[in-house]
């Protein structure tokens, strides 16, 4: 065994609080080895995040730590004050949560980079500009000298990400923690990330704890894993092995919940976790998932099993593993969906729509922005249109547009093939039970001073006509729908889970009926196993009434996992259309292509080579001529893309993309590295991948 | 046993939370406290007040003695009997004041910062101009053209609280205006009225709260200034403004008529303002 850079044993930390002790690790013994990446994997509230704290020693001083961490032989949580200061950010440095937070927007960055090099090795002047350009340089952020008299908030999400970690990595530390980098951002974004953690790990030899809830992002990063549950590591081995074969039931579990790009539609159904992670304030009695968990047996009820080795490679904490490692993680068969477009009525058609703002200049003049740029496109009674794209593709413009919400510019919208007016004060009655909307926040999506059942009572009197004790039964009976016991409604919102907040403004949406639902990212604030269960509940409603849902998303797996109909959207255009199967099989749009190969699968042995987009999207506000793709676009043919918009041509039943690129010219996006492809479920029969080429 | 009924119902309770979490503050107890003495002052003057308060009954301008217990006045009348009853006036005007500016300041503010556009301008627009107004000189034209009453004084310190009420409601109802339950009411087609005093009103409570308190520690200094100018209760009747002024050309007589009002009225605004600050920490959510 190479040399272990840290060592933690036993390592528990409570933290006292007003409403008593809140177990956040309950005993965990991990070793992270020189130069590898660790993944650290698992829902909110287990534990992750002070893992990563107790790795700099900084866990607040209402901690309560027992056990050992040790760092190159020393231990961690013995250290005085100086010795804490010293090795933090020279021999273990921290990338925290949302980059955006972590740098101060009232100072320039090159201010504040040099401030952290001068602290780190009383580097000054032009010595100290050299080093934070070359760093810069080396998380690719274009132009140093540029940037680092720029401010913060000049900067995109990818960028501000990519400049905490050169921030990180000023010290030159042996151990970089990376606290959820990946969360918030696209997917092209995200790709790029990883892409660049792996190169730091080749190019400067530093070890990488990676904690986060994205499976994906571990899958492609990591080269070993670990599982919490509840303060505990419940699963631990190499990659390959925990997402092949796990052998902890909620790995599996949370497995199953991930929405995947590479399985048919028929081949998958979001499969949620039932109940919740159990109370952190509470001792565990019995193993810590028993209650959720599919497996569970009377002997689990026990103890807490101890994670012991199964493999070389391998470690569980289960007492069943070996009759999980019986099944393999195979895609569910769902139900067969129907999909006949041809002869349904059509609930929602808009043609030509326009948003645009007036945007005052950052150097003087103003200009005029186009969110939404001539966009049509129409949905069927029953059909599930999702549309996708990177943020400020204007996605969410168009279903604030479609609601009324921000009237639109020009353009025409129909509801149930009736004209309506762009703006929602001045549309008729019948058209708020015809169209409801899911709200992307769940934080503000119920009224924070209102019982948390309220808004779907007023839904149920306004939209359902129900009156009297007919608007209790129906409120309890959405309640149901969406897997909530009645009750809820009489608690704060603030006391409900983000998961449990969205099924309510679900509930809501549902109540009168509506033949058209608008759901604006309804989930990308949640953690897989929450989303699943969300999306699960929705499709079961929408399914039920026969609803059609317009379904705005930038997660691709989702959108495998429900869409009928898929529109591509960039800079406020549709770049390609078309059924779910057919754009998911190509030919894809160039964009469409650098999305679907920038998706993160969780299997190491799928990991697609991708192109990473060039560039941030370029300036919405700019004017734009011919293609609105061609700065970034991989496959620019010349200069007829810079002066010619592209014609939409056809490339199949339904099927249209947007490019000057002739449609057999086209690549299909999937094309799985050579000598790579390992089938991950040889015995079940189920070939993944014959699955979507057969389509 | 709580029933479905109950969701339709109000919003979540407020008061209770925040007078425990005052209940655990010294300071804000003691302000109680002292406030407390003042209320009952008020209420129990006609039977603890030694004399009648206009009555001429020893001789001016005494010193405290077992006779008149804080001294007696420029005219002869005993300075705790004019103190006790004085407290009438200040404990109704203040409170009847800044009530009735929060409720037109909340008013205009939740409209305003809802409907935002050309209606929101022009309201703001007036609302700046009225703060541009130093707040004496506002008070001293209302009270000047509509004359010396008590009303008008109600009337002048509601006037000059109303814009800057308006204008922390109206902040806060902008950051809340594109939230997802807002959007949610608009999309099932509920009322103007409706989204202001169901949706939004509740979720301005916290601010509104500590804003009332604040301001009635304000409009309670205000009420002594403007006695003191002359512009409080007319003469004979007792007021602690009024009393402060009368003792001031006797201060180098007996600094007892100056000292008791002027001590009375301190003790009552940093005791609200005590109370205030408690309040403050206790409605954070």
């Known amino acids: ?695 | 046993m709580r029933t479905l009924q109950h969701f339709s119902g109000g919003a979540v309770p407020l008061l209770p939370a925040i007078l425990r979490r005052l209940g655990r503050s010294k300071a804000g107890l003691l302000g109680a406290a002292i406030v407390l003495f003042w209320v009952l002052a008020a209420l129990l003057a006609p039977w603890v007040a030694p004399y009648p308060p206009n009555n001429l009954v020893g001789p001016a301008t005494q010193g405290p003695s077992t006779l008149f217990w804080l001294g007696t006045d420029d005219l002869g009348r005993d300075v705790l009997s004019r103190l006790l009853w004085g407290t009438r006036s200040v404990l109704l005007l203040a409170p009847t004041a800044v009530l009735i500016a929060e409720i037109i300041g909340a008013a205009i503010g939740l409209a305003s910062g809802y409907l935002g556009g050309l209606f929101d301008q022009v309201i703001m627009r007036l609302n700046d101009a009225l703060i541009a107004f130093p707040t004496i000189l506002l008070y001293l034209l209302i009270i000047a053209a509509l004359g010396p009453s008590r009303v008008n004084v109600v009337l002048a310190i509601a006037t000059a609280s109303i814009p800057g009420i308006a204008r922390i409601v109206r902040g806060v109802v902008v950051s809340l205006r594109k939230r997802g339950f807002v959007l949610s009411a608009q999309m099932r087609g509920e009322s103007l009225w409706y989204i202001l005093a169901i949706e939004l009103l509740p979720n301005v409570r916290r601010p509104l709260l500590v804003d009332t308190l604040l301001r009635l520690g304000y409009a309670t200094f205000s009420i002594g200034t403007l006695g003191f100018l002359g512009l409080g209760a007319p003469p004979p009747d007792p007021d602690w403004g009024g009393m402060v002024n009368s003792g001031v050309r006797w201060l180098s007589v007996s600094a007892w008529m100056t000292a008791v009002p002027a001590i009375a009225l301190a003790s009552l605004v940093v005791a609200i303002n005590l109370i205030a600050d408690a309040f403050e920490e206790g409605a954070r959510p």
């Not at chain 1, 059609?548 to 898929?566: N, P």
């Open chain 1, 1 to 695: 065994m190479t040399s272990a850079l840290v060592d933690i044993r036993a390592l528990s930390v409570d933290y006292a609080t007003h409403d008593g002790l809140l177990h956040a690790l309950r005993g965990v013994t991990l070793e992270i080895v020189t130069g590898e990446v660790l993944g650290i994997v698992g829902e909110s509230g287990c534990g992750k995040t002070t893992l990563g704290y107790a790795l700099l020693g900084d866990l607040g001083p209402n901690a309560r730590v027992k056990g050992v961490a040790r760092l190159n032989e020393r231990d961690i949580l013995a250290m005085t004050r100086a010795e804490l200061i010293a090795m933090r950010g020279r021999r273990v440095a921290m990338v925290p949560q949302s980059p955006g937070d972590a740098l101060n927007p009232a100072r320039k960055i090159g201010d504040q980079l040099r401030e952290v090099l001068f602290v780190h090795s009383r580097l000054k002047g032009a010595q100290a500009t050299a080093r934070i350009c070359s760093l810069l340089e080396k998380v690719h952020i274009p132009n140093p000298q540029a940037i680092m008299q720029r401010w913060p908030h000049e900067l995109s999400g990818g960028q501000q990400q990519r400049l905490v970690i050169a921030m990180a990595l000023l010290g030159e530390p042996e151990l970089l923690v990376l606290d959820e980098p990946t969360t918030g951002l696209d997917v092209t974004v995200e790709a790029a990330v990883l892409d660049l953690l792996a190169e730091l790990r080749r190019d400067l030899g530093v070890t990488i704890a990676l904690i986060s809830h994205n499976l994906g992002a571990i899958a492609r990063a990591c080269d070993r894993v670990i599982v919490m549950y509840a303060g505990l590591i419940v699963e631990a081995g190499t990659a390959a092995e925990i997402f092949a074969r796990p052998r902890h039931p909620y790995t599996k579990a949370l497995l199953e919940c991930v929405p995947r790009i590479d399985r048919a539609r028929s081949a998958q159904q979001p499969v949620p976790i039932p109940g919740n992670l159990p109370n952190p304030f509470a001792a565990l009695s019995g193993c810590s998932f028993a209650n959720r968990c599919a497996y569970a047996v009377f002997d689990c009820l026990a103890e807490q099993p101890a994670l012991l080795p199964i493999s070389e490679h391998h470690a569980a904490a289960c007492i069943r593993w070996a009759d999980i490692a019986a099944e393999p993680v195979a895609p569910k068969p769902g139900e067969a969906v129907q999909i006949s477009s041809t002869d349904r009525r059509e609930v929602m058609r808009i043609e030509e729509l326009d948003v645009t703002y007036h945007v005052r200049g950052t150097k003087g003049g103003g200009g005029i922005l186009k969110a939404i740029d001539a966009v049509s496109l129409d949905l069927a009674q029953g059909q599930v249109t999702a549309i996708v794209g990177e943020s400020g593709s204007g996605k969410s413009s168009l279903a604030s547009a479609i609601a009324g919400l921000r009237p639109a510019d020009a353009g025409a919208i129909y509801l149930d093939r009736k004209l309506v007016h762009w703006s929602l004060r001045r549309r008729a009655g019948w058209t708020r039970k015809f169209l409801q909307m899911v709200f992307q926040d769940h934080t503000s999506t119920l009224n924070p001073e209102l019982g948390a059942g309220r808004s779907i009572d007023r839904a149920v009197r306004l939209l359902g006509g129900a009156r009297g004790s007919a608007v209790r039964a129906r409120t309890a009976e959405l309640m149901q729908k969406v897997g909530l016991d009645p009750t809820t409604a009489f608690r704060k919102p603030s006391e409900l889970s983000g998961g449990q907040r969205q099924r309510i403004a679900i509930a809501r949406a549902f109540a009168g009926r509506p033949e058209l639902v608008i759901c604006d990212e309804i989930t990308s604030a949640l953690d897989v196993s929450i989303q699943a269960q969300v999306i699960a509940f929705l499709q079961s409603l929408q399914r039920a009434n026969g609803t059609s849902l317009l379904f705005i998303t930038h997660d691709l797996g989702v959108v495998r996992q429900i869409a009928d109909e898929i529109i591509v959207m960039y800079l406020g255009t549709v770049c390609e259309r078309g059924p779910a199967d057919a754009v998911f099989s190509g030919p894809n749009h160039p964009y469409t292509q650098a999305l679907l190969e920038s998706v993160a699968s969780p299997d190491p042995a799928l990991q697609r080579k991708h192109r990473p987009l060039a560039g941030p999207l370029p300036d919405p506000a700019e004017r734009r001529i011919g293609c609105p793709f061609k700065t970034r676009c991989p496959k620019r043919l010349g200069t007829v893309c810079d002066t010619t918009g592209p014609p939409l041509r056809s490339a199949g039943d339904r099927h249209a993309i947007r490019c000057h690129i002739p449609v057999e010219e086209l690549d299909r996006h999937w094309t799985p590295v050579a000598g790579t492809h390992i089938s991950a479920a040889p015995k079940n029969g189920v070939d993944n991948i014959s699955g979507v080429i057969g389509q």
